[in-house]
């Protein structure tokens, strides 16, 4: 029973993790600007997605970010996209928009599951992860897997 709750979890580690390849543009930028990247910035930009996330109206009771919160994550993000890509990596850049105007958009979304998975590491969260498994019926899920 434990293997199907520690499959699920792998799977999706594994799903926000998939490495950009840098055999074409969006991912050469992709990798340039995970690369660029320390600790840090990965959990502020994971804290800024859970903010966007946060603002939906039926997620919104669930935060308790203020608006000066909410403001200093968006300064922080701003300066650091404006770093990455004029700084960090302009010619991947400029490289990559030139072959697919929308290179920028898929190479964060690399930088996206990077900063996720920087947080998913963490022991706390893999463990409420599998909290579900306290109110799933495994047994039914396994006897469908193995046939029993």
């Known amino acids: 029973m434990q293997r199907i709750v520690n499959i699920i979890v792998i799977f999706m580690l594994a799903t926000l993790a998939a490495p950009a390849f840098a055999d074409n543009p969006a991912g050469a930028l992709g990798n340039c600007l995970v690369d660029n990247l320390n600790g ?5 930009l994971a804290k800024w997605i859970f903010l ?20 200093q994550s968006d300064q922080f993000v701003g300066k650091l996209i404006t770093r990455l890509l004029t700084v ?25 599951r990077v900063a996720m998975q920087e947080l998913m590491a963490n022991q706390n969260v893999t463990q409420a992860l599998t909290n579900y498994a306290k109110y799933a019926d495994l047994a039914k899920i396994d006897k469908i897997l193995n046939g029993k």
């Open 88 to 112: 960090n990596c302009p010619a991947e850049l400029k490289k990559a928009h030139a072959a697919d105007p929308q290179a920028v958009k898929k190479a964060f979304g690399l930088v996206g």
């Open 52 to 71: 966007a996330i946060a603002a939906h109206p039926d997620i919104k009771t669930y935060s308790s970010a203020s608006p000066a919160d909410i403001q």
């Open 40 to 44: 840090k910035e990965r959990k502020n």
